[in-house]
């Protein structure tokens, strides 16, 4: 297993409300990134984080912040939540130079 | 687009046959990568590849990069049960600064029957 961790595991929310999903990276590690997976589908990148600034981002809205924090956590923040931002949130940390990625076990969000 | 294109989407093979998993982009690699993803947890990684025709083995894993650096297999043999779950290929962002900016193929479902 990975030294990742995320929280909370599962979240239910209503529609137009924000959420705030936590992660912790792997020790060494100075880039966190965030995916989204939606049901049978593969992984689609949020956005990165290093040095606590985004580095990059994915075809996704504004309403999809982070942040990264000096002890190499972060957060991803929804605002306004859809119907369609169910999905399972992956966290994964990794180093600069480095491709392969190390993913927690994800927070399973349901907006409803 | 940077997609990649992962072939098939669904596999059932019963426990001892093998197994492959196909994945294909229009434009030439820096690198693949190959992730697993059992029923209900999360993407772990399995292995990269970087040189032009380049094989990899992990026990009864092998994994192969294409010579023009735009397709790559995962093959199995004489699956397990344990083999089961969903298998990945995904390819980094393009440029420098673009580490660990993975792009997912569609994956593979594998069912294995006892």
């Known amino acids: 297993e990975t030294g990742v961790t995320q929280s909370p595991t599962h979240l239910i929310k209503t529609r137009g409300q924000q959420v705030t999903l936590r992660c912790s990276s792997q020790?060494?590690?100075?880039?966190v990134s965030w995916y989204q997976q939606a049901l049978g589908q593969g992984p689609q990148f949020i956005f990165q984080?290093?040095?606590?600034?985004?580095?990059g981002r994915g075809n996704f809205p504004p309403r999809f912040s982070g942040l990264q924090f000096p002890n190499y956590s972060s957060e991803l923040n929804v605002n306004a939540l859809e119907l369609d931002d169910s999905a399972l949130y992956l966290c994964?940390?990794?180093?600069?130079?480095?491709?392969?990625?190390?993913f927690g076990p994800g927070t399973r969000l349901t907006v409803t | 687009g940077q997609q990649v294109m992962q072939i098939p989407q669904y596999q059932h093979v019963q426990e001892g046959e093998d197994f492959t998993t196909y994945c294909n982009s229009s434009?030439?690699?820096?690198?693949i990568q190959w992730y697993k993803q059992r029923p209900g947890g999360h993407p772990v990684f399995l292995i990269q590849l970087v040189k032009s025709g380049e094989v990899k083995k992990q026990k009864r894993l092998t994994f192969q990069f294409g010579e023009a650096k735009k397709n790559s297999s995962l093959h199995i043999t004489a699956t397990q049960t344990t083999d089961v779950g969903t298998y990945f290929c995904?390819?980094?962002?393009?440029?420098?600064?673009?580490?660990?900016?993975?792009?997912f193929g569609q994956g593979t479902i594998l069912t294995v029957h006892p």
């Open positions: 984080y290093y040095r606590e600034e985004e580095n």
């Open positions: 995904a390819r980094p962002g393009a440029g420098g600064t673009s580490y660990g900016k993975l792009t």
């Open positions: 020790s060494g590690h100075n880039t």
């Open positions: 434009t030439t690699l820096s690198n």
């Open positions: 994964a940390s990794g180093r600069t130079g480095v491709d392969e990625q190390y």
